[in-house]
């Protein structure tokens, strides 16, 4: 069965610090890969979603950055975080357009 | 431009009560989900319907897709807190294309 893992699950940093999220799917092959945004209380922003090793569409002009090394590793980076980056960050993977399965969060604080 | 818009925004009605939240866009969509999310976890997904007019139930909850597959509806009957949570739809328009999500409805059922 596929899986999906997401780490940290919590994260306080401070102003100015580098950020790494990483996320990893198991049991599919060359899934659609996604990370998410939510400010509390609120719907899903899309920050970046990918459809191979390599290719990276950002969906906001933002602070930060995502790589996709491996075919089901999906990593969301920073060189320097704002205050306003704080949120909740989910991963997700799709086959194309079918149902996305999502992690179970990163609650980012930037301090 | 939100290509998939959810109304209304937010919903707090009496257990028991029956309600209906809807998804609504202009383009057609090939594939239609409804999640659910709880604070501080993933949205899960609940029902995926892909041929318009489709109507699918999950014990209290009835989805319907409408027969141009632009917009759908979630009708919940008799209510319960354990409804509570945000609603989203979510979309994708074709095979290779990333998932599209609206910004959801946040539905809070007062014991």
């Known amino acids: 069965s596929q899986t999906i893992h997401q780490w940290p699950a919590t994260l306080v940093q401070p102003v100015g610090s580098p950020l790494s999220l990483e996320c990893t799917v198991e049991?599919?092959?060359?899934?659609?890969l996604y990370w998410y945004r939510q400010a509390a209380g609120r719907g899903l922003q899309l920050l970046f979603y990918s459809v191979g090793i390599g290719q990276i569409s950002s969906e906001v002009p933002q602070n930060l950055s995502a790589s996709r090394p491996q075919d089901r590793q999906f990593i969301l980076s920073s060189k320097k975080l704002l205050l306003s980056d704080s949120g909740f960050y989910l991963c997700a993977w799709s086959v194309g357009w079918a149902e996305a399965f999502f992690g179970q969060g990163t609650r980012l604080t930037v301090v | 431009t939100q290509l998939l818009e959810q109304s209304p925004q937010f919903l707090s009605i009496q257990e028991g009560e029956n309600l209906t939240v809807y998804c609504n866009s202009s383009s057609v969509f090939s594939s239609l989900q409804w999640y659910r999310q709880e604070p501080g976890e993933g949205p899960v997904l609940l029902v995926t319907v892909v041929t318009g007019g489709e109507v699918k139930k999950l014990k209290r909850l009835t989805f319907q897709f409408g027969d141009a597959r632009k917009d759908s509806s979630l009708h919940i009957t008799a209510a319960q807190p354990g409804d509570t949570g945000l609603y989203l739809c979510?979309?994708?328009?074709?095979?290779?294309?990333?998932?599209?999500f609206g910004k959801g409805t946040r539905l809070h059922i007062l014991p």
């Open positions: 979510a979309g994708g328009m074709n095979r290779d294309d990333k998932i599209i």
């Open positions: 049991g599919t092959s060359n899934p659609n």
